[in-house]
Nanobody
Framework: QVQVVESGGGLVQPGGSLRLSCAAS????????AAWYRQVPGKQRELVAI???????KYADSVKGRFTISRHAAKNTVYLEMNSLKPEDTAVYYC????????WGQGTQVTVSS
């Protein structure tokens, strides 16, 4: 079993930055895929960024050049650095870890507003 806990969300002004963290614990494989998704009420959850076990990364077009996904392997932690935030980035952000099976965290709210 793997536990996934997100943190780092909050309220930020347009143009600001936030860093989300996703800590995975439990029976996690040394090689795992991790991704950040986001969801707003009434809409489907959408993929924001993904990092593979080989540290390759991919991003949604809407966040390319502004968001960066990375991992700290020793801490089993994945980060999402978000810069130049826009009001349309407002959502609940979820971390997904694939380690044999898929595990989700509870989500962290990000609100971009003046």
């Amino acid at each position: 079993q793997v536990q996934v806990v997100e943190s780092g969300g909050g309220l930020v002004q347009p143009g600001g930055s936030l860093r989300l963290s996703c800590a995975a614990s439990g029976s996690i494989l040394s090689a795992y895929v991790a991704a950040w998704y986001r969801q707003v009420p009434g809409k489907q959850r959408e993929l924001v960024a993904i990092i593979t076990s080989g540290d390759s990364t991919k991003y949604a077009d809407s966040v390319k050049g502004r968001f960066t996904i990375s991992r700290h392997a020793a801490k089993n932690t994945v980060y999402l650095e978000m810069n130049s935030l826009k009001p349309e980035d407002t959502a609940v952000y979820y971390c997904n870890v694939i380690s044999g099976r898929s595990y989700w965290g509870q989500g962290t709210q990000v609100t971009v507003s003046s």
